[in-house]
T-cell receptor, first 111, second 115 residues
Framework: GNSVTQMEGPVTLSEEAFLTINCTYTATGYPSLFWYVQYPGEGLQLLLK?????DKGSNKGFEATYRKETTSFHLEKGSVQVSDSAVYFC??????????FGTGTRLQVFP | DAGVIQSPRHEVTEMGQEVTLRCKPISGHNSLFWYRQTMMRGLELLIYFNNNVPIDDSGMPEDRFSAKMPNASFSTLKIQPSEPRDSAVYFC?????????????FGAGSRLTVL
């Protein structure tokens, strides 16, 4: 069945460091891929998405490219800020209305 | 739009009591989802509705849990009787399902503590 695998956290970085959070997926065909972010005490919010192979989603300095050949959708940011500290969820949807989430990766950014 | 509205934001109750969580989805959205989030189990989909009809309730833990969507603007998740292991944050989310859509908007969550 469809599934999403994320790197385990926490990821701990200093401000202005480069961020990568790995995400790979298992699905037949071409799912749509998403990154959601959850700030402390809040619900999840859509960060970015990509709906077909080689698409790049971007928002707030974050980017992720839909790589069909490696079934990956890694999240990157060139320079993180303390305010980026949150839990990041990779997700996919394919052939159903049901969004399948990864387990989440906690990012902690220190000044 | 005010977004997805959940109530209560916090609920503390004693074991055995009935708990009802409420959700108002975004107007025009035709799918509604209930999720549960705990440290141990992460984010779990409990049930989802499309056009007010339950489509997949395979994530509902047991018969103590029930969910209803009497109309397009309101849904409830009920736990009766509640148990301490039900303590979690319960999220409601809605979306408009269709080509190019399927982006979920989440509510702020209802934090349930069962003593």
């Amino acid at each position: 069945g469809n599934s999403v695998t994320q790197m385990e956290g926490p990821v701990t970085l200093s401000e202005e460091a480069f961020l990568t959070i790995n995400c790979t997926y298992t699905a037949t065909g071409y799912p749509s891929l998403f990154w959601y972010v959850q700030y402390p005490g809040e619900g999840l919010q859509l960060l970015l998405k990509a709906t077909k192979a080689d698409d790049k989603g971007s928002n707030k300095g974050f980017e992720a490219t839909y790589r069909k050949e490696t079934t990956s959708f890694h999240l990157e940011k060139g320079s993180v800020q303390v305010s980026d500290s949150a839990v990041y969820f990779c997700a996919l949807i394919h052939n159903t209305d049901k969004l399948i989430f990864g387990t989440g990766t906690r990012l902690q950014v220190f000044p | 739009d005010a977004g997805v509205i959940q109530s209560p934001r916090h609920e503390v109750t004693e074991m055995g009591q009935e708990v009802t969580l409420r959700c108002k989805p975004i107007s025009g959205h035709n799918s509604l989802f209930w999720y549960r989030q705990t440290m141990m189990r992460g984010l779990e989909l409990l049930i989802y509705f499309n056009n007010n009809v339950p489509i997949d309730d395979s994530g509902m833990p047991e018969d103590r849990f029930s969910a209803k969507m009497p109309n397009a603007s309101f849904s409830t998740l009920k736990i009766q009787p509640s148990e301490p292991r039900d303590s979690a944050v319960y999220f409601c989310a809605s979306s408009f399902t269709g080509p190019g859509a399927n982006v979920l908007t989440f509510g702020a969550g209802s934090r349930l503590t069962v003593l």
